[in-house]
């Protein structure tokens, strides 16, 4: 493959077919932008899904340190960063601003203040740049991370757990979803952050420098899941939709009693720390399984997922967890269905997911809009039913 001159806005390549004839190749990149809440990411992809560059800040130590996400705090973090992180991934790319082919950036769904950090950079940028822009839904990203790293079909099921939100939604194209549950109140993410502050886990040795969904999973391996009984939510409703807000306020009041119990005080650890963080995080894991259980059901009652090789994709921060996709493994080998998981680092936020959905609606010419056109974030937008 030789290379030659560049179009501006993507590079031309000379190949060979098995005739020995040259014909041309046109390479398409994308810049994604990410800052929809405590992470500040870029990345360029080519057409390929090849990763070129990327950068991520990460704001998790100055939340931990503030007891939980602060917005202002959050978007001056992303007001500081972001000019950096999107210059690290062009450097790292080894690509110019006049060669990408479009730029791609999360407008929905987040926390306001984030949204508008990066939305407002990136006007700026494909404007001086004269660059198709690219509106992202954060959770659409999510779902069609898989693809970039599988060969997966539409249709499939599409699990997203992250501490903002929970659903479960039926992809059917890359921008055509089914809702068929979504969190009622609290996310899962967001119920064992909260949990893990409540018991002081950052006291413990161990997680200091760890999230709370991070510190739940290392102390649960040690603890025994059976000295607390938890009730599972919803367990009368049978539809798809997740609650953690009662699990929450069980947990919280079995911590104070046992502080009451122990004489502890705020700050202090619990003996039974590993015990209530193994209870949890099995309740939060058997509450999503059962609602995914129910959603595959209903799938294959209605003919929505293929005959062949049906499957589930599961994404976002919570789908780190080993814990919760050990418990969904035995969902999908029950009923059928093959399991995938991106890699924990995609899992999280990230610029490389807000690319390759760039790259997604760029092959089939949905979304895109000219650098001259007004958009807006939308913090609260989520999938219609």
Known sequence: ???CALNGAARCCMERSASGRA???????????????????AAVLDDTGAILGESLHSQKQTHLDAGGIIPPVAQQLHRENISRVVQEALDRSGIEPSELTAVATTVKPGLALSLGIGLDFSRKFVRLHEKPFIPIHHMEAHALTVRMLHPVDFPFLVLLVSGGHSLLALAKGIDEFLLLGQTLDAAAGDTLDKIARRLSLRNHPECSSLSGGQAIELLAKEGDRLAFHFKSPMGQLYDCNFSFAGLRNQVT???????????????????????????LQHTVASHIAKRTHRAILFCKSKGLLPQHNPTLVVSGGVASNEYIRQTLKIVTDATGLHLLCP???????????????????????????????????????????
Request: aromatic fraction near 8%; glycine fraction near 8%; hydrophobic fraction near 35%.
């Open 1 to 3: 493959m030789l290379p």
């Open 23 to 41: 014909f041309s190749t046109v390479r398409r990149f994308v810049l994604g932008i990410e800052t929809s809440c405590d992470e500040t990411g």
């Open 253 to 279: 009041l079995a911590i104070s009693k046992k502080e009451r119990e122990e004489g502890v005080e705020k700050g202090q650890l619990l003996s039974c720390v590993k015990d209530i963080a193994a209870a």
């Open 343 to 385: 890699p924990s680092k995609f899992c999280t936020d990230n610029g490389v997911m807000i690319a390759w959905n760039g790259i997604e609606r760029l092959k089939q010419g949905k979304g895109i809009m000219s650098h001259s056109e007004e958009v807006n974030y939308e913090p609260k937008h989520y999938f219609r039913s």
